[in-house]
């Protein structure tokens, strides 16, 4: 290895590098970690990314992360070799993002009051385990390889858990998924018993499942793929890619994410702050982040809805102790976060750093709405014959309330993230059972 790749602490005034096949999550100072590049990527490399989409029998163009290896190349690849690539590159046979790709739908739009042709939305839940976290694990994982690992750990209880073990699975390591005891209905991690993870469940809430995660992981030799993995937010960086490759690099207006742990955001931002320093684009679209009203943290704080203050990413000095305040106030009062929509239900964001630097890079927006509006919006995409879970809803739902509040124009052009498949069919059922529902169709008989 050429050492062209490495790994950066994000914080501006800390700095600290460290090698690329670092297992560290965090600097020692415990700030988060980039991977970063020395090489400027080509413009030249459009043109065989567009090739690639006639794979040639090669599983790496097929595979949607894999196609733009050159844009996340930390194991420095240099050759097209198929079976040279396959000694570190970990795929399930080129299926993580080959399905994504931005489409129109009619319906939506119109739902949203937006012209039909200038919204886009991009279901990521066509990837193989039914999320968009495969985009982001087939890299982790390729890491994991790199460096050794034979065992991956992750804290989930849903989409993260299923591609963690789907990938282990597929390349005969083992997978340990922390959950906290006796709060997870089993059937939530079906996909994860599936596979073959080894469930490990531990005392206290998610917090504490994640924190004792961390630990196992720093001292059992095992390794940690929650996004707070710099190379999980590598292979997310592929979801803007495909869809600004979509639109002939030419950069939408907006794109939009439901927010939770701000991987997606995280990986969103470095994504285009990257393309634009190469000049790969000449325009920065605006990221907006919406997040659900009963774990509505960033949007609290971005806002300035806590103390008056708003907090931003600030040139690499965001007011962290304002943060902090908030997480004792909602302790002290006993506010836990509270959605039907589990995917973003999260109150303490892991990324939340990266995410603020994100929405300053882009100039960026923090929506929330609420669990009828996500459920509304989830069932005006089935209605084009698009299924995706319910958290993915906030994207259509947060697009309809900015253009409500004329921060997005109806003729903008707009790319919603929609983030996995309908994995609890009973949202379904019930949302069309109740004839008071928006979009509800109730069996006749
Ligand atoms: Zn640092």
């Known amino acids: 290895m050429n050492n062209n790749a490495y790994l950066k602490c994000i914080d501006p005034d800390c700095g600290l590098e460290y090698p690329i096949k670092s297992r560290n999550i965090e600097c020692e100072r415990g700030h988060l970690l980039d991977v970063k590049y020395k090489k400027t990527p080509s413009p030249d490399l459009k043109e065989l990314f567009y090739n690639r989409r006639n794979p040639q029998g090669n599983i790496f163009n097929e595979s949607g992360v894999w196609r733009f290896r050159e844009l996340l190349n930390f194991c420095e690849i240099d050759t097209d070799n198929k079976d040279e690539c396959s000694k570190y590159l970990v795929s399930l046979d080129g299926a993580e993002g080959r399905q994504s790709k931005p489409y129109h739908m009619s319906k939506v739009a119109d739902f949203l009051g937006m012209n039909q042709n200038c919204l886009w939305l991009q279901p990521e839940g066509y990837n193989p385990s039914g999320s ?44 340990d998924v922390y959950i906290p005891a006796g709060q997870i209905a089993p059937g939530k991690l079906s996909q994860a018993y599936q596979f073959g993870a080894q469930i490990v469940q531990v005392k206290g809430n998610f917090d504490d499942a994640l924190a004792k995660s961390l630990d196992d992981a720093k001292n059992q030799d095992g390794y940690t793929v929650n996004s707070v ?48 320093e190469w000049g790969w684009i000449k325009k920065i679209p605006r990221i907006a982040v919406i997040v659900s009203e009963g774990a509505s943290t960033l949007y609290d704080l971005y806002n300035g809805k806590f103390e008056g203050k708003k907090l931003r990413w600030n040139k690499g000095k965001p007011d962290t102790e304002l943060i902090e305040n908030y997480y004792t ?9 509270q959605t039907k929509a589990t995917a973003i239900q999260i109150g303490r964001p892991a990324n939340i750093l990266k995410g603020l630097r994100s929405l300053e890079f882009t100039n960026g927006v923090v929506a929330k709405v609420s669990d009828a509006e996500m459920l509304d919006a989830m069932s005006i995409v089935g209605l084009n014959g698009f299924d995706c879970e319910m958290a993915s809803g906030a ?21 919603g993230i929609l983030t996995g498949r309908q994995k609890d069919s009973s949202l379904a059922v019930d949302y069309h059972n109740d004839p008071a529902n928006l979009f509800a169709i109730p069996p006749r008989g």
């Open 132 to 175: 968009f976290k495969d985009n982001g694990m087939s890299t982790a994982v390729t890491h994991a390889k790199l460096i050794g690992a034979k065992r991956i750990i992750c804290a989930s209880t849903g989409n993260t858990s299923a591609a963690a073990a789907m990938f282990a699975a597929n390349e005969n390591m083992d997978c």
């Open 229 to 276: 993995n710099p190379f999980r937010i590598e292979g997310q960086k592929t979801i803007p890619y495909r869809a600004i490759e979509y639109l002939n690099w030419n950069s939408p207006d907006w794109i939009v994410y439901p927010g939770g742990a701000m991987g997606n955001i995280s990986s969103c931002g470095k994504a285009l702050m990257e393309l634009y």
């Open 329 to 337: 106030y909602l302790d002290r009062n006993g506010i836990r976060p």
């Open 395 to 415: 994207s259509p739902a947060g697009i309809r309330k900015l253009i409500g509040e004329e921060i997005i124009k109806k003729d903008d052009v707009v790319v």
